[in-house]
Every structure is written in structure tokens, then in C-alpha cells.
């Protein structure tokens, strides 16, 4: 394998890696989840109550409908943060969808309970605690609670995020279909171009050896950053490897311009960059067809 090679292969946490996607996935979660809470908190009014004999009672028929408002701001916040942060995800993680899949699931589970944890700690203490050492008649401000149905434990308010999630993740993957050019390459953190020609044995030895080299090219895939297109790239490299073959010069082969992408996979312009500079002080010194 070549020096460049090497370091074109990616880390632990080098971009595009398991490692590095799930820790994008599941803090954007909890960061999203961090947010919702907070946001839950202050589009919340608390129902008004006040202390009798030690005990709580609501100050008004008002107070008392507002009970469940808590639980109804809660649906609607972590629904529309679940929506956005699993948009998101599902975008920038294309190529991984069954790794996309369990994150998402463990994400939006950790997301409920952040925006849970954060807006009660945001929100008033609870008031049965404060009555026990209360004056007669002070008011307080009511508990932000979540209720509803209990579902293997779990009350169901808390399934929005992750029934959402999916929802998202389903109308992405399923209505929006990934490019057919992305699916020609290898689900590896480095994509490695696959031959599409067969080598030819009677090549001269330098010829041939920088024939192996094109099609053997690695380069890590971006998904937040620029890239340059692959198809275009993996199609410049087929023309450049027939070019070594037929004894022609690679100058007006790698001479063009090459487009980018945003948000979605293409190859690291850095890389690419640095295989052409390389492939051409190799083509100098290759052996001219006779």
C-alpha cells in the first residue's frame, strides 16, 4: 500500500467512521433534547395552587385545565425537535442506514429523557415538598410533569420522539432513494474504487503498475464538508487508467474541472487533490508506448 494510501485510511473518529457518526447521531439527540426542554419549560403557563392546612389545592377551574397543558407541550415540542434533528441525521448519514437505524432508535430515547430532565429541573419544585413547610394560604406554582398511558413502563408521551424519528427516517430513506452512483461504491469508511476494466498482463511493468495504482485509489468520504462528485471523480480515473493503457499522455485527462457537492457523500477534496498531483509525477516517468 502506498504512503498516500495510508494516509488517506481514516482513524477511529476520522470523518465518515462508525465511531464518529454515532457520536454526531446521539449528541445531536441530546443536544435537541437539551433544547426541548428548555423551550417546553418557558412556553409552559404552571397552574396556580395554594396551600391549605399543608396541603395543595388548585386556586381556579383555569389552573386545573392547565394540568395537562405540560403534557400536551411536551408531544408537540418533542415531536417537531425529533423531526428535525432525525431530517437532519438521515441526510448526513446516507450510506449507513442500518447503523443510522439502531442510533436513531437509542437517540430519540435518550432525547426524551434529556428534555424531560431539563425542563423540570427548569420548572418549579413540586409543590407537595414546599406545602409540608408552607404557610397557611401561600401560593405556589404547580409541578411541569408529563402523564399519560403507561407502555411497557414507559408513558406513552415519551414514544413521540422515536415514533417521529422513524417516521422521518422512513420518508427519507424510502421516497428518497440514494443516487444509483453512490451505490457503485463499497459501504467502507474509505471508498475504494472497484476495476472496471481488466488489467492488461502485457503491459510494460511501469505502465502496468500505474494502472493498479488508479484503480486501487482510496479517499474518505465527506458528508458535511465539500466533496467532490465520485461519479465524476471514478469516471475521470476509468479515462485516465485507458489513457496508461493506450501509451496517450494524462494532461488533458486530469486537466478538468471538477464538481462539488453539498450534503450529500462525495470524496475529500484534499485527497483527490493530492492523488492527481501524485499520478502526474508518476506518469512522468512512465515508459512511452513504441
Not at 486537466?255 to 485527497?271: C, F, I, K, S
Request: aromatic share 6%; net charge neutral.
Amino acid at each position: 500500500m502506498s504512503e498516500r494510501d495510508d494516509r488517506a485510511r481514516p482513524g477511529l473518529v476520522a470523518p465518515g467512521s462508525p465511531v464518529r457518526t454515532a457520536l454526531f447521531i446521539l449528541l445531536a439527540y441530546a443536544a435537541v433534547g437539551a433544547l426541548g426542554g428548555a423551550v417546553w419549560e418557558a412556553i409552559w403557563t404552571p397552574p396556580g395552587q395554594v396551600v391549605t392546612q399543608h396541603q395543595v389545592f388548585y386556586d381556579s377551574y383555569a389552573s386545573l385545565r392547565r394540568v395537562f397543558t405540560g403534557t400536551g407541550f411536551y408531544v408537540v415540542v418533542g415531536a417537531i425537535g425529533s423531526a428535525a434533528v432525525a431530517l437532519v441525521v438521515s441526510l448526513l448519514t446516507r450510506s449507513r442506514e442500518l447503523l443510522t437505524l439502531v442510533l436513531v432508535i437509542l437517540g430519540s430515547a435518550i432525547a426524551a429523557g434529556v428534555m424531560l430532565k431539563v425542563g423540570t429541573m427548569l420548572g418549579p419544585a413540586d409543590p407537595a415538598s414546599l406545602a409540608a413547610h408552607t404557610a397557611h394560604r401561600t401560593p405556589v406554582s404547580g409541578q411541569l410533569t408529563v402523564e399519560g398511558r403507561s407502555v411497557l413502563g414507559i408513558k406513552s408521551p415519551y414514544l413521540i420522539w422515536p415514533m417521529t424519528s422513524l417516521l422521518v427516517l422512513a420518508l427519507v430513506f424510502f421516497a428518497w432513494p440514494r443516487s444509483p452512483l453512490i451505490h457503485d461504491h463499497d459501504h467502507d469508511d474509505t471508498h475504494e474504487r472497484r476495476p472496471r476494466a481488466t488489467l492488461d498482463t502485457e503491459l510494460p511493468a511501469d505502465r502496468q503498475r500505474l494502472v493498479e495504482q488508479i484503480q486501487s485509489a482510496r479517499f474518505t468520504p465527506t458528508r458535511i464538508r465539500q466533496g467532490y462528485d465520485m461519479g465524476t471523480v471514478d469516471a475521470m480515473l476509468d479515462r485516465a487508467a485507458e489513457a496508461v493503457r493506450r501509451g496517450q499522455t494524462l494532461g488533458p485527462v486530469l486537466d478538468v474541472a471538477l464538481p462539488t457537492v453539498h450534503w450529500r457523500e462525495g470524496y475529500d477534496m484534499t485527497q483527490v487533490r493530492a492523488f492527481l498531483d501524485g499520478l502526474r509525477d508518476s506518469a512522468d516517468g512512465v515508459e512511452p508506448r513504441r
